[in-house]
Antibody, heavy 120, light 108 residues
Framework: QVQLQESGPGLVKPSQTLSLTCTVS??????????WSWIRQHPGRGLEWIGY???????DYNPSLKRRVVISLHTSKNQFSLELNSMTAADTAVYFC????????????WGQGALVAVSS | SYDLTQPPSASVSPGQTANMTCSGD??????ASWYQQRPGQSPLLLIY???KRPSGIPERFSGSISGNTASLAISGTQSVDEADYFC???????????FGGGTKLAVL
């Protein structure tokens, strides 16, 4: 059973860049047929997809965040990461990493989530 | 942008069947999946490929699709089923993952 765990700062200052890492255990991030997503949830709100990366490195991002986001793979560490720049209070949310199954586009494993607050 | 529409709330009596819907243009051209999220927890996959259950998900959870509307049914609803339920699909035009706004289910 694959497990995912987010790590990173719980507090970011406005205009700074958020960097989060997702560590994958129980399976290889290089396994074909999967993609690796970042998804966030604003307090009391629904889920918002941020973007994904395939094991081969192909990425795609939510058009509303595309100019500010970079998702990267770190295969030697079995990790993938999120960078979101120009943070504002509107980016305060719980950030989840998740594994997706590419042929059917569902997410079968999720991390527990990391709360990130944006405040000076 | 592509939207998936879910009613914001639903209620059901214990032991009855809860039905929730998810509508979107072109939803019939792709697969819908459903997630349960209890307060303070991460989402849990309930249904994938419109109507398939992962191992470990009880049979009382079922999914279906008709045209561009996907549905999730919970039979024999229990108090533990009180949660938010989200649908998700992949938009074939924009190559983006999309979530519905979620339905909060109350078991009264």
């Amino acid at each position: 059973q694959v497990q995912l765990q987010e790590s990173g700062p719980g507090l970011v200052k406005p205009s700074q860049t958020l960097s989060l890492t997702c560590t994958v255990s129980g399976g290889s991030i290089s396994t074909a047929g999967y993609f690796w997503s970042w998804i966030r949830q604003h307090p009391g709100r629904g889920l918002e997809w941020i973007g994904y990366i395939y094991s081969g490195g192909y990425t795609d991002y939510n058009p509303s965040l595309k100019r500010r986001v970079v998702i990267s793979l770190h295969t030697s560490k079995n990790q993938f990461s999120l960078e979101l720049n120009s943070m504002t209070a509107a980016d305060t949310a719980v950030y989840f990493c998740a594994r997706g199954y590419s042929s059917s586009w569902y997410h079968d494993s999720w991390g527990q989530g990391a709360l990130v607050a944006v405040s000076s | 942008s592509y939207d998936l529409t879910q009613p914001p709330s639903a209620s059901v009596s214990p032991g009855q069947t809860a039905n929730m819907t998810c509508s979107g243009d072109r939803l019939g051209d792709t697969y819908a999946s459903w997630y349960q999220q209890r307060p303070g927890q991460s989402p849990l996959l309930l249904i994938y490929q419109n109507n398939k259950r992962p191992s470990g998900i009880p049979e009382r959870f079922s999914g279906s699709i008709s045209g561009n509307t996907a549905s999730l049914a919970i039979s024999g609803t229990q108090s533990v089923d009180e949660a938010d339920y989200f649908c998700q699909a992949w938009d074939t035009r924009s190559a983006c993952v999309v979530f519905g706004g979620g339905t909060k289910l109350a078991v009264l």
